[in-house]
């Protein structure tokens, strides 16, 4: 059997988690499916799946293997991308990874936009707090917030990634309203964790070229910003999120914005692609839409 058409056939059968429904996407027969899963394992010696009548999941070495079939791949589509010129139209499939709260909330109606102009293009976004390997992960383009570590891919800097402080005005009629970081000691405030990092128990705010660091504590704390966000809305408590979450709910005054003689950080935002490929169309197109409609400042 063809060694790639195998590996495309495994990846899509781990994706999907069943051979009829890996051979329904790939128009082919559940046994021809596991025809292609057993011709890997028996070159392999070893077993990929772990199969049952209910169900199947990837053996430790089949999620390796699985991760590498898939950066294998993208390669082999890039490769083949490179006999069209570079002014052909975009066209083919872009793995995409950002921060959840960043994707959903600013880099989405990008895409949308990204979408309409190029119907010839298909994005895989992923959503995650986690640091992904752009390379050994198999994703085109990624977007970080913070600061850049030395490395050889090649940077956009987009927009600042601002935060401010908001509260529901129910929470702040049973509690008061903070006039100064120091007084958010006195608060219940909404904690943002994920598996990388704890909640923060200081919050820093700016006065001019001051430094306060803001005691807070967590009452509660959530790791997905669109829960803390409800939360806020509910009035359990104060939310320091991202200023593009949290507009539309100042503007309908559900929330209301605190401290705003005080300047929370403003974290630096880039977009990274490989600095050792070339730049197909579909991606230099997406660079120049990110850029054009979230270009920095």
């Known amino acids: 059997m063809d060694r790639l058409q195998s590996m495309a056939?495994?990846?899509?059968?781990?994706?999907?988690?069943?051979?009829?429904?890996?051979?329904?996407?790939?128009?082919?027969?559940a046994q021809m499916v596991g025809k292609h899963v057993n011709d890997i394992e028996k070159r392999l010696g070893t077993r990929l799946l772990n199969r049952t009548t209910r169900r199947q999941s990837l053996t430790e070495l089949g999620r390796q293997y699985y991760e590498r079939?898939?950066?294998?791949?993208?390669?082999?589509?890039?490769?083949?991308?490179?006999?069209?010129?570079?002014?052909?139209?975009?066209?083919?499939?872009?793995?995409?990874?950002?921060?959840?709260t960043f994707g959903t909330y600013c880099l989405m109606?990008?895409?949308?936009?990204?979408l309409n102009a190029y119907p010839e293009v298909q994005i895989d976004l992923t959503l995650s707090d986690r640091v992904v390997d752009l390379i050994d992960?198999?994703?085109?383009?990624?977007?970080?917030?913070?600061?850049?570590?030395?490395?050889?891919l090649?940077?956009?800097?987009?927009?600042?990634?601002?935060?401010?402080?908001?509260?529901?005005?129910?929470?702040?009629?049973?509690?008061?309203?903070?006039?100064?970081?120091t007084e958010l000691a006195d608060h219940d405030c909404l904690g943002f964790t994920y598996a990388a990092r704890p909640p923060a128990r200081e919050w820093p705010f700016m006065a001019g070229d001051i430094l306060h660091l803001a005691q807070v504590r967590n009452r509660f704390q959530v790791n997905d910003s669109r829960a803390q966000l409800a939360a806020a809305r509910e009035g359990i408590g104060i939310i320091m999120g991202a200023e593009?979450?949290?507009?539309?709910?100042?503007?309908?005054?559900?929330?209301?914005?605190?401290?705003p003689?005080?300047?929370?950080?403003?974290?630096?935002?880039?977009?990274?692609?490989?600095?050792?490929?070339?730049?197909?169309?579909?991606?230099?197109?997406?660079?120049?839409?990110?850029?054009?409609?979230?270009?920095?400042?």
């Open 9 to 29: 056939v495994f990846v899509k059968a781990a994706d999907l988690g069943s051979f009829a429904a890996a051979g329904a996407a790939l128009d082919m027969s």
């Open 109 to 114: 109606p990008v895409i949308a936009d990204y």
């Open 69 to 100: 079939c898939k950066s294998v791949l993208a390669e082999v589509e890039a490769a083949d991308a490179i006999a069209h010129t570079q002014h052909s139209a975009p066209r083919g499939r872009l793995r995409i990874n950002a921060p959840v």
């Open 261 to 297: 003689d005080f300047d929370a950080p403003a974290l630096p935002v880039h977009l990274l692609i490989p600095g050792d490929r070339r730049v197909l169309p579909k991606l230099r197109s997406f660079v120049d839409q990110v850029v054009e409609q979230l270009g920095g400042e």
């Open 244 to 259: 593009m979450m949290l507009t539309e709910d100042i503007q309908s005054g559900r929330l209301i914005r605190l401290l």
């Open 137 to 152: 992960e198999g994703y085109e383009a990624v977007i970080r917030i913070g600061e850049l570590a030395d490395s050889s």
């Open 154 to 181: 090649l940077s956009r800097r987009l927009k600042p990634y601002r935060l401010i402080a908001c509260a529901a005005p129910q929470y702040l009629q049973r509690r008061g309203t903070p006039t100064t970081p």
